[in-house]
Each structure stands twice: as C-alpha cells, then as structure tokens.
C-alpha cells in the first residue's frame, strides 16, 4: 500500500481480555518496528522484524506481549491478559532499509484502552 | 541503557523567530540521527535525518551534530504557528548485528502569533 496502515484505530477492551492489533507496512519494506507510546512520552520500542522472524524482541515488556509476521508483510501484535497499564497508543513503522539509515515511516497508530 | 535525552519544554517562540531544539545521546558509536515532528494525535512524521557532524540544511530547517560533545539539535528558522508540535528526536542504535530507533520523550514547540 501508500504507506504503514495499522487497525483498528481505536480499540476499547475490559481489564484481563485478550487484543490483536494488525500492521500492514509499506509495500516492499523488509523491516518493521512496532513502538509503543504513552502521553507525554516518545515512542518505546518493542520488537523488529526482518521478512518473517523477529530479529530482536528485547522491548516487550513481559511473555503477555508477542507479535509475529508470519509471510514477511502483515504483522499482528497480540496482548493476553491486558492491564490498564498497557493503555498507550501502539505505532508500527516499517522500513526499505535493513540499516534504518533513512528512518522509518510510521503508521497512524492504534490507540488502546483498558478499562 | 541507551538514552537519548531532550528537554520537554514547552518551547515557546513568536512567529518569525529561530526555534532551537536540542538532544543529547548515550551511545559514541550512534551513526545516525533523526529529527520527526508529531502533531497532538498524529504519528510521528520524518522531517530530517543527519549522519556527518556538521550542519544540514533543508528549507527553513537545519539540523546540526556533533559526535564528539554526542549532541544533536534542530533549528527551525522563521518558525510558524503551524510548526507547533512535539519534536523527537530519535538515534539508530546497532547491536547484534540489527538497528533500531531509540526516542526522546520529545520537546514540546509552541509558536505563538
């Protein structure tokens, strides 16, 4: 597509339900990034993927999170048990260059509410 | 633990002045710096990018570095009420053989008419 296209936009969930948040990157882009950025802060880094296999997953913050890209494009960031904690806006980036040496392109972010 | 650090502002300037936005990092062997622009609600848009110390210009932006002090900073010049946003600044870390983006908090610019 034109450009990093995540979904839902928004999404409202109970306090221990389980969520998916999907990433569509831009056509042709090896890496993706998903970021997660809470008010008043830059965004946090999670996880990067090369084609399918995730190259580091050092910033996920405990075993509730995990993402996978299973044929190299569309990615899905799944949350178990959610906490209110988690609320934050969830951004994907998705990059041309291994490197990032031309920076990312960002998604318009899913924005996550636990209530 | 690497850092990027800005100061969160607000930045306040009137219309027509110089804005200057500064970012100091952790990591010496850092080789790629960003400067994106986020509008409230809006994701992070790439304004600029600078590898080589020294200034790179680029309309009326300009972003300056310098390695050995690990200092990065943007100026904006005739700022505009529409540059009011949150600047982030954002270094390419490489380790294990792979490179990510690691953020500042972001400084808050306000431009007033």
């Known amino acids: 597509g034109a450009g990093v296209s995540q979904t839902p936009s928004n999404k409202v969930t109970e306090k221990g339900k389980y969520v998916e948040l999907r990433c569509d990157p831009i056509?042709?882009?090896?890496?993706l990034y998903w970021y997660r950025q809470s008010l008043g802060q830059g965004p946090e880094f999670l996880i990067y993927f090369q084609g399918t296999g995730a190259a580091d997953d050092s910033g996920l913050p405990n075993d509730r999170f995990f993402a996978v890209r299973p044929e190299g494009s569309v990615s899905t960031l799944k949350i178990q048990r959610t906490e209110r904690g988690d609320s934050a806006v969830y951004l994907c980036?998705?990059?041309?260059?291994?490197?990032?040496?031309?920076?990312?392109?960002f998604g318009s972010g899913t924005r996550l509410t636990v209530v | 633990q690497k850092e990027v650090e800005q100061n969160s502002g607000p930045l306040s300037v009137p219309e027509g002045a110089i804005a200057s936005l500064n970012c100091t990092y952790s990591d010496r062997g850092s080789q790629s710096f960003f400067w994106y622009r986020q509008y409230s609600g809006k994701s992070p848009e790439l304004i600029m990018f600078i590898y080589s110390n020294g200034d790179k210009e680029d309309g009326r932006f300009t972003a300056q570095l310098n390695k050995a002090s690990q200092y990065v900073s943007l100026l904006i010049r005739d700022s505009q009420p529409s540059d009011s946003a949150t600047y982030l600044c954002a270094v390419n870390y490489f380790s294990g053989g792979y490179n990510k983006l690691i953020f500042g908090a972001g400084t808050r610019l306000a431009v007033h008419p």
């Open positions: 056509s042709g882009h090896t890496a």
């Open positions: 980036a998705s990059s041309l260059s291994v490197t990032a040496n031309y920076g990312y392109t």
